[in-house]
Every structure is written in C-alpha cells, then in structure tokens.
C-alpha cells in the first residue's frame, strides 16, 4: 500500500478496510509508524495521562460481555466513599496527574446522579480548580449531563461499542435497558452538554468483520467526536459472551486494535486516542504498542487495591500493575520510542472548541 497517498483526514472506507488487511510484519511497521508521523506533525509527541479511579461496580445493565453485568452474581459490588477518592485523588496529585477519569457501573438514580455531582464539585476544590474530570457513567438523562458539566466534569467517555446495529444487539440483551438508539441519542446529548466526547468500540467481537469495524471508524468521524476509546473484546468467564467464541484469535484481535488506532490517526489526526487497558491482557507491552501506532493517551489505573479485583470488565492480567509501575515502563522506554510522557499538562482534545 502507497502509504504517502492516505491523506492526513481524507481516507475513506475503502482505505482503511486496506489497512484493516494488513498482516505482513513490514508493512505492519510501516503503518504503525506513519500513524506516528502524522501525529506527531498535528498534535506533537507528548503522551497525556489521566488517573483513573473505579468508583462503584454496581450496575444497572446487563451487558452480555461485561463482567460487572447486574446478573452476575459472583462480583462482591463496592462503592468508593466520599473520603476514598479524595484520598486516591490527593494521591494522583501528589504523583503528578492533572486529569482524572471517574468510572463507575451505570446508575440513574437519583441518589446516584446527586452523589457524582457532588463528587465532582469536592473534587475540584480539592485540585483548586485546575484539574479536568472527566466521567464514565453510562447512558444517563440529558438533565443528568448538563448537571454534572455545571458540577465540575469537562469530558465524558461513552462508547458505542458497535455502531452496527445488528452487532450492538446480539451483545446486549433485547430490552428497553439496552437500545442501540439511546446509545447513540446519548452521545449526541453528550455533546449538546458541551462535554469533550469520546467513544468508541470492542474489536474481535463474535460475527463482527472489518467492514464492520471499518464502518465504527467512520462513524467516529461523523459523531466528530474530540477522544476514543477503542479496545480488543476480551471474554469475561462469567458472561454470556464468553461461551459463543469469537472465532478470532486474541492476536488477531491485538493486530486489528492497533490498526484500528492507526487508521483512525490518519482518519482523524487531531483527536485524543487512548492507549487501551484490554490491549495489556493480550500483551504486557500492549498499551506502549498503541502508542506506537498513533495513540496519545495514557490512563493508569488509580482505583484503590482493595477494590479492584471487583471491577473486571473482562478476564484481567495486568490488573495489579501500579499507576506508578507502568508510568517507569513508560519513562524508561520514551527516548527510544519517539515519544514524551507529559503529565504536567490537561491535555485537552485538539479537535475541540470551546
Ligand atoms: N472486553 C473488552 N472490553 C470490555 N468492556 C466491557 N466489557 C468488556 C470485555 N469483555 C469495555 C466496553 C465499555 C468499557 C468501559 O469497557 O467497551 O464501554
């Protein structure tokens, strides 16, 4: 593939199901690394951090993929206290970070929308108003977003997880709960709120192919969205999902993820892309591999140890790894691989205007 033709912004369809084909080891460097290129020409080198702290497992969805789903009863359900998180919060600062992200199952209650707001207020007295939040809580009321952007919240992270509508159903149960266009209704409210809005999708779902996911890409790109998240599909033994088989091997999954975040780089060269979680269970370099191939988000896990073996999405490895531990990885292997660990920044989506 004539690399020099993909046009920063311009590719189509077509192009990226091309790159999506890639397999050879050659070409594959070649792509990862022209995604680099046009990253570091549009938005620069740096990597940004965010903390990232699991408030609660409890969950209202039942998801058929997730392992914090409402009927899995093998998860002991925790919610973080008020003073927790502040002391997590007051952790991250002390180690650096300028930006959080809080995660939590989904609620709607009121009870819960009330606490996050009161949350996010407390916590931005506690950064002096110079930290950004940014939230993972789900499909909530238009009312709720527009209350919890008052509250302190800059961003907010919801994933389509598949834009085709018949996938989006086959791992979600059939129900009023889980409806293909509320999700997306979501997002676009998201937006209204004046939120950064991220999404993304699961990559190596069972039945999905690459025009699928090239058709999730596109359609990131027509959300015109600022940030995404977008990670291999990793089966979770206690969820329905696990026991149909993807049919795609986890390294496949693993290549078609970084794929993914490069041509969504040339896609869209202006916009924050996470380095995946899930990709560091294929692979203990998984998350340096994304930035890699045109990545430029990083988000360690803050969440109190005590907890987080009780949030597992999906069948964890590197679940232990320290926020401070892998921020080393990344600091020692940053020279070599083209890159700079900024932590001291916000590190606010160029693709947004304020
Ligand atoms: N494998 C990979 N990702 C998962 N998520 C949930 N369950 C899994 C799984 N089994 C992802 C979803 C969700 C995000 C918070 O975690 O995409 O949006």
Partial sequence: MNLQKLDPGKIGKREIIRILETTHPDELREIYDYACKIRNETIGNKVY?????ELSNK?????????????????????????EVLKTVNGALAEGYKSFVIQSGERQDSAFVNRISQLLQQIQKFG??????????GEQHPETYIKWKKAGADRYLLRFESSDQKLFETIHPNNQKHKYNDRIAAIVNLRKAGFQVGSGMMIG???????????DLCF???????????????????????????????????????????????????????????????????RLDAIEAGANVLMPNCTPLNVRENYFLYKKKSHLTES???????????????????????????AYKN
């Fill in 49 to 53: 951090t965010r903390a990232l702290i």
């Fill in 128 to 137: 002096d108003n110079k930290i950004r939040i940014t939230l993972s809580c």
């Fill in 205 to 215: 779902l069972p039945g999905q192919t690459l025009e699928m996911l090239a058709d």
């Fill in 59 to 83: 969950c209202q969805k039942d998801c058929l993929y997730c392992g914090i789903r409402a009927s899995n009863n093998k998860v002991k359900r925790y919610e973080l206290s008020d003073e």
């Fill in 220 to 286: 990131l790109k027509e959300l015109d969205v600022h940030m995404v998240g977008m990670g291999p599909f990793l089966e979770h033994p206690d969820t329905p999902l696990s026991k149909s088989g993807t049919g795609i091997h986890e390294s496949e999954r693993y290549r078609l993820a970084l794929l993914c975040v490069s041509a969504l780089r040339i896609l869209m060269p202006k916009i924050n892309i996470a380095a995946a979680t899930a990709l560091d269970s294929i692979n203990a370099m998984g």
């Fill in 324 to 350: 401070r531990q892998l921020l080393q990885k990344f600091i020692s292997n940053q020279n070599n691989r083209g890159f700079i660990l900024n932590m001291n920044a916000w590190g606010d989506s160029r």
